[in-house]
């Protein structure tokens, strides 16, 4: 019995260490993705000090499963511009205030957004730009994005309303990204190892039956 409670014990330790194993997933730009491009003029965020470098119409990937949480920072501009996560909508210029956040999960790939522009038309979406299929070429709408922190971005949208003004504040969306744990493969090779012994143990026990 003495061994039993043992292996019992070693067992559920490894299996804690598997539950606290460091999680691996990134968020990051797609590799082969983007246009560098500056800031210089026009930008009314605060938080972001003109000059400043970010990059047109890269792809977020995430490189495995996880959730995220889109945080609304924003705008200034004459057009309605929409922010849309996963089909739903999560953010409209003439509605949405500052601070409000929208949740998606993802198991790994490129992130499914999208951001709308209805260019001054009853069309909300008569420019969609997806994050899924951007475009092949540079247009006078794009994307910025800025990375912040690990897993972490700025999601800056221009909708072209000022003959290309790029100052990127007409829409702004902080994206983070937190990954779901995985336990390391050294770890699970020892909890498979450590219940293999309960079990082994288990069978040893002698039966005890009654008199």
Same mark, same amino acid.
């Given at each position: 019995? +003495? ?7 070693? *067992?559920?330790? %490894?299996?804690?260490?598997? @539950?606290? =194993?460091? *999680?691996? *997933?990134?968020?990051?730009?797609? !590799? ?23 990059? %047109? ?6 490189? #495995?499963?996880?959730? %995220? ?7 200034? =501009?004459?057009?309605?511009? @929409?922010?849309? !996560? ?9 509605? @949405?205030?500052? #601070?409000?956040?929208?949740? =998606? ?14 260019? #001054?038309? #009853?069309?909300?979406? *008569?420019?969609?730009?997806?994050? %899924?299929?951007?475009? !092949? ?11 912040? =922190? ?8 221009? &909708? ?5 003004? &790029? ?10 990204? +937190? !990954? ?32």
């Amino acid at each position: 019995m +003495r061994h039993f409670k043992l292996s019992l014990a070693v *067992a559920m330790a %490894l299996l804690g260490s598997a @539950s606290a =194993a460091q *999680a691996v *997933a990134v968020l990051q730009i797609k !590799a082969g993705t983007g246009t560098p491009s500056t800031v210089t003029s026009g930008n009314d965020f605060p938080f972001l000090v003109e000059p400043f470098p970010l990059l %047109l119409d890269g792809v977020l990937e995430t490189t #495995g499963a996880g959730a %995220l949480t889109y945080q609304y920072v924003g705008y200034e =501009a004459g057009y309605v511009n @929409s922010f849309v !996560a996963g089909g739903n909508l999560c953010f409209r210029t003439t509605s @949405s205030s500052v #601070g409000a956040t929208c949740y =998606a999960t993802t198991s790994g790939g490129d992130v499914d957004f999208q951001v709308w522009s209805n260019l #001054g038309t #009853g069309n909300l979406s *008569a420019v969609v730009w997806n994050n %899924l299929a951007p475009p !092949a070429s540079l247009q006078s709408y794009s994307l910025g994005l800025i990375q912040e =922190a690990p897993n972490q971005f700025l999601l800056l949208w221009d &909708d072209s309303g000022a003959q290309q003004d &790029d100052n990127h504040d007409d829409l702004g969306v902080r994206l983070t990204f +937190r !990954a779901t744990a995985v336990p390391e493969p050294g770890t699970l090779a020892l909890l498979s190892l450590g219940l293999l012994g309960l079990g082994v143990t288990r069978r040893s026990q002698p039966s005890r039956s009654g008199s």
